[in-house]
């Protein structure tokens, strides 16, 4: 079993306390394995030297920095961390889609709401996180990592498969790889481009920005049902 890394970011002490204490309780109850962090300011966090965690639990009004715009530095940074945030401020919240956040817990916390949505999030790590997906070229055989992939690409019959550190060039189509890719992780962007929702960074009108720093071009006529996978993506559906 997976042992998750999971991030408090909560100044109040009892809230963080409460957090960490619901988190062991769940622990007990399932097979999940845990190993937390808790931080008290945004600061703290980010000084951390935290690696990714596979969690954050976000307060959003912390005393040193908003935690919409903590969220939203790591991920210039390249970390698509899962974020839930935790917060009595839900109408800021609900803004989360900007920040890939995976959803939102209101204050008061109850263990019940807090249960749901944090077994949910954890299935849904276990389910996109362990694919592999076997690639073939002249040189040999590649097993990639399907979280690896940013996003491959199609020039005539050849497919670039763009991962943080490499290109491996492949023959075959989109439509075919497509259907060996899980289920909602990817998202054409225009006709050229097969995208990994987990690494957009950020997606415009006619353009979006991968956490490689890389623009892809959206197409007119792929722009809403890009936004609506990516949406789906997010929220875990």
């Given amino acids: 079993m997976k042992i998750f890394r999971v991030a408090i970011v909560e100044d109040e002490l009892k809230e963080r306390t409460n957090l960490e204490n619901f988190l062991s309780k769940l622990e007990n109850e399932t097979d999940y394995q845990l190993n ?44 698509n961390s899962m974020v839930i945030f935790v917060t009595n401020m839900a109408r800021f919240a609900v803004k989360g889609y900007e920040v890939r956040a995976f959803d ?94 987990r690494h957009v960074n950020e997606l415009y009108q006619t353009s979006l920005l991968l956490d490689n720093n890389e623009t892809l071009i959206v197409s007119r006529s792929k722009h809403a049902s890009f936004l609506h996978d990516l949406n789906k993506y997010y929220h875990g559906e």
Avoid at 39 to 58: E, V
Avoid at 119 to 139: F, G, M, P, R
Avoid at 142 to 162: G, Q
């Fill in 36 to 79: 937390v962090q808790s931080f008290k300011n945004a600061s703290t966090f980010l000084n951390s030297g935290r690696g990714q965690f596979d969690l954050i639990l976000m307060d959003i009004e912390l005393p040193d920095m908003n935690g919409m715009d903590v969220i939203k530095r790591i991920r210039e940074q390249g970390d």
């Fill in 104 to 197: 939102f817990i209101v204050k008061p916390v109850s263990y019940q709401i807090f249960q749901m949505k944090i077994k949910l999030a954890l299935d849904y790590l276990i389910k996109t996180d362990d694919a592999d997906l076997l690639v073939s070229n002249k040189d040999g055989k590649f097993k990639i990592k399907v979280t690896d992939i940013i996003y491959i690409e199609v020039v005539s019959h050849t497919l670039l498969y763009h991962l943080s550190d490499r290109v491996i060039k492949a023959s075959g189509t989109l439509d075919k790889v497509y259907a060996l890719l899980p289920q909602n992780q990817f998202s054409l962007c225009n006709r050229c481009y097969l995208v990994n929702l």
